[in-house]
């Protein structure tokens, strides 16, 4: 398999606020972004994580690890 097709997978952290949308990863520090809605700061914090990783690949620096998980425990309100 060639370097191209290796995918790499990081857990994205969601948060609602009272006007906007926030986007980051425990795994990739400094990375993050705002959107008026989830669509919009999923489709940037993409954009963003791709950007963040090209430079990081630029500098000749590792990637970082994707080691975080998330999950939802549910308990009566």
């Given at each position: 398999?060639s370097k191209e097709n290796v995918m790499i997978?990081?857990?994205?952290?969601?948060?609602?606020?009272?006007?906007?949308?926030?986007?980051?990863?425990?795994?990739?520090?400094?990375?993050?972004?705002v959107g008026e809605s989830r669509e919009e700061?999923?489709?940037?914090?993409?954009?963003?994580?791709?950007?963040?990783?090209?430079?990081?690949?630029?500098?000749?620096?590792?990637?970082?690890?994707?080691?975080?998980?998330?999950?939802?425990?549910?308990?009566?309100?």
């Amino acid at each position: 398999m060639s370097k191209e097709n290796v995918m790499i997978e990081y857990t994205v952290i969601y948060e609602r606020g009272k006007n906007n949308w926030s986007a980051y990863s425990p795994d990739v520090p400094g990375c993050v972004a705002v959107g008026e809605s989830r669509e919009e700061v999923e489709r940037l914090f993409a954009e963003a994580l791709e950007f963040h990783l090209e430079g990081l690949r630029m500098e000749g620096l590792p990637l970082p690890e994707p080691t975080t998980e998330a999950g939802k425990i549910r308990l009566p309100a």
